[in-house]
């Protein structure tokens, strides 16, 4: 039975994890002028609309994963590098902190004796599932946002050869987080936030 909670609530917050991230991402674009997230109802807190269940389901099962990433567009950034740094940054930046946050008032209802199993439970695992988030984020391989924030950073002559590899490093990424080859580092690296 624990078992099950425990899986219930990891399912709620990774729901309210990837939801959150994929709206922050929508709405950073959005402020800087990109109509595409609001246009495709991506502009939303609306967990449907950012569901995505092979994503979903690896992040249950082994820690990382993703949401249906939100389209973006650069067209109308008044800077396109900096918009787009902005927009796939911000995200990760946030979530890093709500991981802290969340785990600084688990610890304060702990010292202060107030101990509800459940409600401790779902802070830990909101506060890890944020950090997680985060950290998966980072890494340059599409749809991650650290994709984005690398293809900022490249000439365009690298631009083209790295979007050539996009799709084997995806079937790469998806291959090593399932047989647990880079959760030790990534689990590190979210224990060091939280």
């Not at 078992?3 to 309210?16: F, L, R």
């Not at 949401?67 to 590098?81: H, I, L, M």
């Not at 940054?89 to 509800?116: E, H, Q, R, W, Y």
């Not at 909101?126 to 991650?144: E, G, K, Q, T």
Request: include cysteine; glycine fraction near 4%; aromatic fraction near 12%.
């Amino acid at each position: 039975m624990d078992v099950i909670i425990y899986y219930i609530i990891n399912a709620v917050s990774i729901i309210i994890v990837t939801t959150l991230f994929e709206y922050i991402k929508a709405l950073m674009s959005a402020v800087q002028g990109d109509a595409v997230p609001k246009s495709q109802g991506r502009l939303t807190l609306n967990p449907v609309k950012h569901f995505e269940p092979i994503g979903f389901m690896l992040f249950l099962f082994t820690g990382f994963g993703w949401a249906n990433p939100v389209e973006t567009s650069s067209r109308n950034y008044k800077n396109r590098k900096k918009g787009t740094l902005i927009t796939y940054i911000t995200p990760i930046v946030l979530l890093i902190i709500f991981a802290v946050v969340i785990k600084i008032v688990m610890n304060i209802l702990i010292l202060g004796k107030f101990d509800n199993y459940y409600l401790r439970l779902a802070l830990a695992l909101l506060s890890r599932n944020f950090a997680a988030a985060a950290v998966f984020n980072i890494i340059p391989v599409y749809p991650m946002a650290g994709s984005h924030i690398l293809r900022c950073i490249l000439s365009p002559n690298h631009v083209v050869k790295y979007s050539q590899y996009e799709k084997p490093l995806q079937i790469l990424l998806v291959f090593l987080l399932i047989l647990g080859v880079i959760t030790p580092v990534l689990n590190a690296v979210v224990e060091i936030i939280v």
